[in-house]
């Protein structure tokens, strides 16, 4: 994976960050969500390195980045976690960048561009609705096919105990059971490596346990607020979501992201949750296009 890449760790806002890093061109920040790390985007990133000046972290909590000791969310918000993108991206030289996130990298994504509304250039968000919708919106057959919601956010030290009894298996039913094919066949086997190495060492679940801590309390306090004081995401906003994935069950999500962005188009994708691995292809073409209108 990521041929010719260099490998960095680089400084946080309290966290050092593994980023991959290859291309020349505008700076495009890729950001990967739960389960994974930046591993996800290994199908498409070496593409975009053709045009882009490429940047993959693993977010805090995940992968080779640092974990900080947090409780009840506090550290995990994704306003604490896009304000560790924005350090990376000053520390790496680019004041203001394109930024694609996928599932809870895109919820750090849009975070991100609320409150540094001057670093984001162009905005992708994948199979995605705000934190604060899928809340409103969820209902008893939503909490059952997306039980983690819950389940993540229970108090330290419940489900990390649990998930560490047995990580690979529970990493490999969760990945499998968000594909269209409920299988793990859509992901390379040096990904699906990474990903087990992540979730099996010492502490793994924490970090992402804490994310869905702040997912369930300071993350949609955060929207509210945004909502109420009628604040709205002002860069271009592209929105892909799987055909079979949470967003196409719960409303048009083009439309549901037009009350909170100026400027919002997008598409469907035959897959399910991860559009990257499942349609690469097709997920490439789609960034490529938004991308290159600067």
């Not at 980045?65 to 993108?85: I, N």
């Not at 499998?176 to 699906?192: C, G």
């Amino acid at each position: 994976m990521f041929e010719g890449f260099e490998t960095r760790d680089v400084p946080g806002e309290g966290a050092t960050i593994f980023c991959r890093i290859k291309g020349s061109g505008e700076p495009l920040l890729l950001l990967h969500g739960y389960p994974q790390t930046g591993a996800m985007w290994a199908p498409i990133a070496e593409r975009l390195a053709e045009r882009f000046t490429v940047i993959v972290p693993d977010l805090r909590g995940y992968g080779r980045s640092s974990a900080p000791e947090s409780s009840g969310g506090e550290g995990y918000s994704k306003r604490r976690m896009g304000a560790d993108m924005v350090a990376v991206m000053r520390a790496l030289g680019h004041e203001r960048f394109h930024l694609a996130g996928h599932d809870r990298g895109a919820r750090v994504a849009y975070r991100l561009a609320f409150d540094h509304p001057d670093r984001v250039r162009r905005l992708a968000l994948l199979d995605i609705l705000p934190t604060l919708e899928m809340w409103e919106r969820i209902d008893a057959s939503g909490m059952l096919s997306s039980y983690h919601w819950a389940f993540l956010a229970q108090p330290n030290p419940m489900p990390e105990r649990l998930i560490a009894s047995d990580p690979v298996f529970y990493l490999d039913h969760t990945l499998a059971s968000w594909t269209k094919s409920k299988s793990t066949a859509p992901f390379a086997s040096e990904a699906l490596a990474e990903y087990r190495k992540s979730f099996s060492q010492p502490g793994g679940a924490h970090g992402p346990c804490e994310d869905y801590r702040a997912g369930a309390t300071i993350d949609p306090a955060d929207d509210a607020a945004d909502r109420e004081a009628g604040r709205r995401l002002a860069c271009p906003t592209l929105i892909l979501w799987g055909t079979d994935g949470t967003p196409a069950k719960n409303g048009d999500p083009l439309a549901i992201w037009r009350s909170w962005a100026d400027e919002v188009e997008g598409q469907a994708i035959e897959s399910g949750h991860f559009l990257v691995e499942e349609a690469p292809e097709e997920t490439l073409a789609a960034l490529e296009r938004f991308f290159a209108k600067g």
